[in-house]
């Protein structure tokens, strides 16, 4: 029963941080913490901030993986970091190309477009675009170079 009033709690924080003025998000952000919040950070920045906080404390933090990653990166062993994108069953991405909105569900076994599963979102990508592209930046799960064509 504890769990459940603390989970609420943090639904009840979360949902509501938009309305809060930023001395309050500032008293939240002590809380959440257990630091004050640095005096540059803007309301905007505090929220941020304090919701990635309490979905960390719902859903669980980064991965052990991606923790070592930038790990790595920050003590400059690593240049080529790019954690893997993993998408949950049932998602739905959505894409504007040429005017066309295309709608791709994610599914067991693959991704569903237009009545057919396939294997890899770089497949949708192709048939939707007709040239070959990574299909996580394509659907933006991935920033792609920067001559990357946009629709």
Do not use: C
């Not at 080529?80 to 069953?89: F, H, L, R, W």
């Not at 592209?133 to 659907?139: L, N, Q």
């Amino acid at each position: 029963m504890k769990d459940l009033k603390k989970r609420q709690k943090l639904l009840d924080d979360l949902e509501r941080l938009e309305k809060l003025e930023t001395n309050e998000l500032r008293d939240l952000f002590e809380l959440y913490f257990d630091d004050v919040a640095p005096s540059t950070y803007r309301k905007s920045q505090l929220v941020d901030e304090i919701a990635y906080k309490i979905q960390s404390k719902l859903y669980g933090g980064l991965s052990k993986e991606l923790k070592k990653q930038i790990k790595k990166l920050v003590v400059g062993k690593s240049q080529n970091i790019s954690p893997k994108v993993t998408i949950s069953e049932g998602v739905q991405l959505v894409r504007n190309w040429n005017g066309v909105k295309h709608t791709v569900a994610v599914v067991d076994g693959g991704f569903e477009y237009k009545g057919e599963v396939y294997k890899s979102l770089s497949k949708v990508a192709k048939v939707i675009t007709g040239s070959t592209w990574s299909g996580p930046v394509f659907f933006g799960l991935k920033k792609g170079r920067k001559n990357d064509p946009e629709e």
